[in-house]
């Protein structure tokens, strides 16, 4: 089975580097971005390539909400999972309008990113999925 792979967004550089390795080491292939703006121009220009988004809420650039909107306009089949440190700042009802899939609290262990990932990949990975590029 391939690695799933994930389009990961923060734009604090201590957080994304642990983040990115909790990532790696649960054997995901993960391509970072530092701004939402990055992100979505990435996944524009390869939207087969990711079978997850995985952003911060608060970012300078743009808001986790707003990054997951575009990124599903995109390709609405993609589950996106938005970080946060301050949960209240995207309520259930937004968080569902703006596509999120699901809201992961920060911190986070390694445990509780692992297996709200894997929730993720389940509950919104069943949508129809664009085709993977050929290697």
Known sequence: MPKKRILFIDDEALLREAIYEMLSAM????KVEESG???IRTFAEHPGEFD???TDLVMLDMM???VAERILSIRPDVPVVVMTGTP?????SKAKA???CRV??????????????RGALADCGERPAAPRPAN
Do not use: C, F, I
């Open 27 to 30: 054997d995901y292939e993960v």
């Open 52 to 54: 997850l988004v995985l």
């Open 88 to 92: 209240d700042a995207l309520p259930r």
């Open 37 to 39: 703006k990055d992100a």
């Open 104 to 117: 992961l609290p920060k911190p986070l262990t390694k445990a509780e990113l692992r297996e709200g990932l």
């Open 64 to 66: 986790g909400d707003k």
């Open 98 to 100: 703006s596509g999120v």
